[in-house]
């Protein structure tokens, strides 16, 4: 087993720096862009996507990722947080509030992706 406090400094350094830019080290994940694919998949847990929600969301995703400059990385890190918590929240949701999360967050993430699509 290898003892971290062997490592130089710089050494650290450049294994952290290799490790990033082989997309090895998780992205910075931009919130507003997280958010946004949360709310997708919450309309997606809820069967609530059609093709104007869609348009809408891959709208907002866009204008995001132009505004922060976001890279792939940072992008494939937001889609992987967004999914996760989106998974859990359905987990921990159970049967009966599953209706109510639907009806609540999965409506109105619905209604906001629509209005964009206009």
């Known amino acids: 087993m290898h003892n971290i406090s062997r ?3 710089g050494g650290l350094v450049t294994l952290m720096l290799s490790l990033h830019m082989a997309g090895l080290v998780a992205a910075e ?6 958010k946004t694919y949360y709310e997708f998949e919450v309309a997606g847990y809820c ?6 929600i869609a348009t809408g969301f891959r709208s907002a995703a866009h204008r995001i990722i132009d505004r922060e400059g976001i890279d792939d990385n940072g992008l494939q890190a937001a889609r992987m947080h967004a999914w996760k918590a989106a998974h859990a929240e359905w ?3 159970g049967l009966g509030g599953f209706k109510n999360w639907c009806r609540t967050e999965g409506k109105a993430a619905a209604d906001r992706f ?3 699509s206009q």
């Open 47 to 52: 069967g609530l996507v059609t093709d104007r």
């Open 29 to 34: 994940v931009s919130e507003a862009l997280s």
């Open 7 to 9: 490592w130089s400094r």
């Open 91 to 93: 987990q921990n949701r």
């Open 114 to 116: 629509e209005s964009l």
